[in-house]
Every structure is written in structure tokens, then in C-alpha cells.
């Protein structure tokens, strides 16, 4: 009050108007002396596969005593070089409708509703149990799309390029993709788009079993989503996966495999998932 009061008088619009300038200012000088810090953290930083806590982790061993938590904070602020617009998730966007897929009735026995998972594979407990999914190019018939399939405990990712939808189709890239790199396959966790409705056939080959997700409900395959969403982050929608080489895609699947990871102590996918499949 003493501050903001002038002749004696108090007006709270003046007084909050100059608590804010007063704010301005030193937060601008605050970022003033870490010039430093900042040219280091531009250079490193790549929103396309290295997000913010990767960036900062890259950094830690500089001279300087700034939380990942001031960075976040310079960030809101709107003051520093880098800039909210610059964040990898800045808001989610509800999905559009899905038709509901239609799966094969090769046996009920392999194909399996979520609900009826095990706990042990939902809380990661084992090695071996993957989540698919098909990442959309062109809506044109005739173009190419993504297979991407995720090991859930490590998030070890494999990427494959795929001319159609066709469920026999996929049902051989996916074998030969697992064959290829001698996985350990045990469960699959998929969602119900039409492109799986054979995917009991893919079951038998492998002796494992299928879980199938709820209508509109990606969050039951988070980590399968959210590698999905890193991947969109070097090819937006409707990009043209057939101009796209073996080892473009190669290269990508390495970059996001080899990231570090803050869950994994700051190792990446590729080593957590060697550790344990050797």
C-alpha cells in the first residue's frame, strides 16, 4: 500500500498497472543475464523430437542454477527467444468420428476386449506386449501409409510403410516386420478400425493374443498415440508417405528411439529395450 500510494491517495488501477511494469522489467533483466544459457539451450533444442526436460537434461552440466521449472515458466512469459507457439503439445483437438472396424472371426479366443487385459500388462510389468496402429498419408486411394508398432514397457518403436488397408496385407508386413527383427510378441493391443478386422489370422500365426480398445478411446493406447504424434511432428497430415525413402523412415524411427527419456532415467528406448531383449 505504501508503495502504490501517492498524495496521500490510493488507486488500485494505478497501483496494479505499475506492479505489472515493475514485473516486466525484472524479468526482462533476469533474462538478460542468462544470454548464456539461452544462445546453448536454442542450439540443442529441436521441438520435433527433443522436447523442453531433453533439452534441459542435454544441459545440466552448465554452470548455472535454472530449474527445467524457470524454463517453463520463460516460456508462458511470452519474453523469452523461444516462445509458447514453440511448445511440442500446445492444446489437444478432439479426433474425428471413427467407424467402428469390423474383426475376424477366426476366434474369439485370440481376440480379446481390453477390459479383459491382465493388470500386469497394463502397469508395464512385462516385456513382450505391443500396441499398433496405422498412420494415415494421402486419402487418396493408391498412396502409402505407416504401420507403427510399440513394445509398452520399453516404447521401443518400429516404423513400416504400407501401400493400402487391406487387413491381409498388413497381417504380412506386420509378420514379416516381426520375423525381420526377431521380436518377442505376447499380447497386441489395437484399436477398431476396419484395417484390423482380419487380425485374427496374425493372432494364430503368432500364438498371442489381441486386445481391441473402446470406441474413441486412444488413451487406452497412450504410448502407441503419442509416438504416433512425435512422428507427425516430421510429416504433418496428408503427407505423401510414398516420396518417402526406406531409410528416411529408417532415420526417423532411430531419432525417436534413441531420445532420452526422463521415465527411463534419461536413457533412451533403444537401450532399455536392448538391455532387456539380449
Not at 79 to 104: A, H, N, T, V
Not at 150 to 173: A, D, G
Amino acid at each position: 500500500m505504501k508503495r502504490n500510494t501517492f498524495d496521500g491517495f490510493y488507486d488500485h488501477n494505478v497501483a496494479q498497472e505499475k506492479t505489472i511494469r515493475r514485473r516486466w522489467h525484472n524479468h526482462s533483466m533476469y533474462l538478460l543475464k542468462y544470454e548464456k544459457f539461452t544462445d546453448q539451450f536454442i542450439q540443442k533444442f529441436d521441438k520435433r523430437y527433443s522436447g523442453i526436460k531433453t533439452t534441459y537434461y542435454k544441459l545440466q552440466n552448465n554452470t548455472t542454477k535454472i530449474t527445467w521449472r524457470q524454463i517453463y515458466n520463460w516460456i508462458k512469459s511470452n519474453r523469452w527467444e523461444i516462445k509458447r507457439k514453440d511448445l511440442l503439445r500446445q492444446y489437444y483437438l478432439k479426433g474425428r468420428k471413427r467407424k467402428k472396424g469390423i474383426f475376424s472371426k477366426f476366434t474369439n479366443s485370440l481376440i480379446i476386449p481390453i477390459w479383459a487385459r491382465p493388470k500386469y500388462i497394463d502397469n508395464r510389468q512385462e516385456f513382450g506386449h505391443w500396441e499398433m496402429d496405422l498412420i494415415i498419408g494421402k486419402r487418396e486411394h493408391g498412396f502409402e501409409n505407416l504401420i507403427t508398432f510399440q513394445e509398452r514397457q520399453t516404447r521401443m518403436v518400429f516404423i513400416e510403410k504400407i501401400q493400402s488397408k487391406n487387413p491381409m496385407k498388413l497381417n504380412s508386413k506386420v509378420y514379416q516386420l516381426i520375423k525381420r527383427n526377431n521380436l518377442c510378441v505376447k499380447s497386441i493391443t489395437i484399436d477398431n478400425g476396419i484395417e484390423f478386422s482380419k487380425i485374427g489370422l496374425l493372432a494364430k500365426w503368432l500364438k498371442c493374443i489381441v486386445y481391441f480398445c473402446e470406441p474413441f478411446a486412444s488413451y487406452q493406447r497412450g504410448s502407441n498415440e503419442h509416438v504416433n504424434g512425435i512422428i507427425r511432428r516430421f510429416w504433418k497430415k496428408g503427407t505423401d508417405f510414398s516420396l518417402l525413402s526406406n531409410n528416411d523412415i529408417l532415420d526417423t524411427q532411430n531419432k525417436i528411439n534413441k531420445m532420452p527419456r526422463e521415465i527411463f532415467n534419461w536413457k533412451s528406448s533403444y537401450d532399455v529395450f536392448n538391455k532387456i531383449n539380449n
